[in-house]
């Protein structure tokens, strides 16, 4: 079973083109032309273990937020196609990760229902090219598209950078958690028989 996707996305805003393989090593490029966005994404593929190419052309003249927004909008729906019908996953995902003073955790579900929510005391500054509320709307897309549930909380930090980066990472490890396939799950991991 190849639970893999390739996804194309062109709006007046963006052109997105991103292959996800479920089952990688991190590898792939990322290129949204948000350089600190590409840094998490690589963060992303290389903690989630997820082969991950993404290439964008975003209005960046307006500033970062529809790249980052659509470009979680097409993660979503890839790793909704490679997901199939979600049978023989784990389904559910915990991480926490520090990133030296910084630390956040995430719980995930990949429960074919949408939800996702970013706590804690994160500055509304930038860090390089990507603002830092940013990191809550590029989760929101990808729940949305993805049909998961994920709770992030910023539990500690005083540096913007590694409290948005401990964020994808622990993000990053709860997915891989959730999507490795349960040897003795014979079936879809849910009491309704669907997710």
């Given at each position: 079973?190849?639970?893999?996707?390739?996804?194309?996305?062109?709006?007046?805003?963006?052109?997105?083109?991103?292959?996800?393989?479920?089952?990688?090593?991190?590898?792939?490029?990322?290129?949204?032309?948000?350089?600190?966005?590409?840094?998490?994404?690589?963060?992303?593929?290389?903690?989630?273990?997820?082969?991950?190419?993404?290439?964008?052309?975003?209005?960046?003249?307006?500033?970062?937020?529809h790249?980052?927004?659509?470009?979680?909008?097409?993660?979503?729906?890839?790793?909704?196609?490679?997901?199939?019908?979600?049978?023989?996953?784990?389904?559910?995902?915990?991480?926490?990760?520090?990133?030296?003073?910084?630390?956040?955790?995430?719980a995930?579900?990949?429960?074919?229902?949408?939800?996702?929510?970013?706590?804690?005391?994160?500055?509304?500054?930038?860090?390089?090219?990507?603002?830092?509320?940013?990191?809550?709307?590029?989760?929101?897309?990808?729940?949305?598209?993805?049909?998961?549930?994920?709770?992030?909380?910023?539990?500690?930090?005083?540096?913007?950078?590694?409290?948005?980066?401990?964020?994808?990472?622990?993000?990053?490890?709860?997915?891989?958690?959730?999507?490795?396939?349960?040897?003795?799950?014979?079936?879809?991991?849910?009491?309704?028989g669907?997710?």
């Amino acid at each position: 079973m190849t639970r893999s996707a390739d996804i194309s996305r062109t709006t007046n805003e963006t052109d997105i083109r991103l292959t996800l393989s479920l089952d990688g090593s991190g590898e792939g490029s990322r290129s949204t032309g948000v350089g600190f966005f590409d840094h998490l994404l690589d963060a992303v593929a290389r903690h989630g273990r997820l082969d991950l190419d993404v290439s964008v052309e975003g209005d960046l003249e307006t500033g970062p937020h529809h790249t980052v927004e659509d470009t979680g909008i097409a993660l979503g729906r890839a790793l909704d196609e490679a997901l199939g019908d979600r049978a023989g996953i784990r389904r559910y995902g915990h991480a926490v990760v520090p990133m030296d003073e910084a630390r956040a955790a995430c719980a995930l579900d990949l429960s074919g229902r949408p939800y996702a929510t970013l706590e804690g005391d994160l500055p509304a500054v930038a860090v390089a090219d990507f603002d830092a509320d940013l990191a809550e709307e590029f989760l929101r897309a990808v729940a949305g598209t993805a049909k998961l549930t994920v709770h992030v909380t910023i539990e500690r930090g005083s540096n913007t950078h590694h409290m948005v980066e401990a964020a994808f990472k622990a993000f990053a490890r709860a997915l891989r958690e959730a999507v490795s396939i349960d040897p003795a799950e014979t079936g879809i991991p849910s009491t309704k028989g669907l997710l």
